[in-house]
């Protein structure tokens, strides 16, 4: 029973780190002066990737591969299966025609070389290497499109008031809680896989997944249920493309640089494919137009069916 309260509470520190972390951070922008729109399109797109980063770290560190490399790969099919099956069903999407397209493009390019690193064995030092770079390059190019764009209201709000030195201790805290967090659900993920006699890689593809992809989750519905206009509902694929993308630049990335290169549950991994496939497809024909409510239902169908296949072949 404690370790079952222990992943609860790594997990709720881990995503109340990742939230502090981004809200705070654009406070210290914006009384440092730097352009808290740069730095908000950047954090947006790397904050809600933050606690799957951080497992990755952790599970490297405890040579946990599955563990870990189940987070990334089960984190990105939730983002798709369920984030964008969720926000489907709230509201109509709207696809971009330029940004989105490159960025759909870059997320399966990066999908694909994953794929075939990990189906072959092949993941190595020099991968994670090229796929750190590839993040901070990525992640320039977005700094670059964010000085082009507008972020969302609650992210600009330049009126507030706040004490440099709270503000700095908030920061700090935040990260404390996203390390502690990281590393309690990391332990605890692996004490759970070992009690009830479940492949790490199960833990790491549905509950660690799941529960590391709530920011993403947690941005979509606020950015559809307060915005009306297309900029709320790019944020909502945009999110999730950039999610997808720094999980496994910065996620898998990571747990190279630690030796890990093998993934065991080789469904999951020809899942993760299909869904990355799925949604670039769907952002490729609906280009320049909305995505109809009903595709929100049939990924949510596919991606009940998926758990329902891993964990009957745990």
């Avoid at 109509?92 to 999908?111: D, E, H, P, W």
């Avoid at 796929?131 to 190019?141: H, P, R, S, Y």
């Avoid at 390390?179 to 659900?185: N, R």
């Amino acid at each position: 029973m404690l370790t079952f309260l222990l992943f609860i509470l790594g997990l709720a520190l881990l995503l109340l780190g990742s939230s502090g972390v981004i809200k705070n951070a654009l406070i210290i922008s914006r009384l440092t002066k730097i352009s808290p729109l740069v730095v908000g399109v950047t954090l947006v797109a790397i904050g809600t990737s933050l606690p799957e980063i951080t497992v990755s770290f952790f599970g490297g560190l405890e040579k946990a591969p599955d563990l870990a490399l189940g987070n990334i790969i089960g984190s990105n099919i939730a983002n798709i299966g369920l984030i964008m099956g969720v926000s489907l069903l709230i509201k109509r999407v709207y696809i971009g025609t330029k940004k989105t397209q490159k960025n759909m493009l870059f997320a399966l390019l990066v999908s694909l070389f994953l794929f075939i690193t990990l189906l072959i064995d092949v993941l190595s030092v020099i991968h994670g290497i090229v796929f750190v770079i590839l993040g901070f390059v990525f992640t320039a190019w977005i700094i670059t499109q964010g000085e082009k764009d507008e972020i969302p209201e609650e992210l600009s709000n330049k009126n507030m008031r706040h004490n440099p030195f709270i503000i700095t201790g908030a920061f700090i805290l935040s990260i404390a809680s996203l390390v502690i967090g990281g590393k309690l659900l990391v332990d605890a993920g692996i004490a759970i896989a070992n009690l009830l006699k479940i492949p790490e890689a199960i833990i790491g593809i549905t509950a660690l997944a799941i529960g590391t992809s709530l920011p993403e989750l947690s941005v979509s519905v606020i950015g559809l249920t307060r915005g009306s206009s297309q900029h709320e509902e790019k944020l909502v694929v945009g999110n999730i493309l950039g999610s997808n993308i720094f999980n496994i630049l910065f996620g898998a990335g990571t747990l190279s640089l630690f030796g890990i290169k093998h993934f065991s549950s080789t469904i999951s991994l020809y899942a993760f494919l299909i869904f990355t496939i799925i949604l670039c497809l769907l952002i490729y024909f609906f280009k320049g137009k909305t995505i109809p409510r009903y595709f929100g239902f049939i990924l949510l169908v596919i991606y009940i069916l998926y758990l329902v296949l891993i964990f009957s072949r745990a």
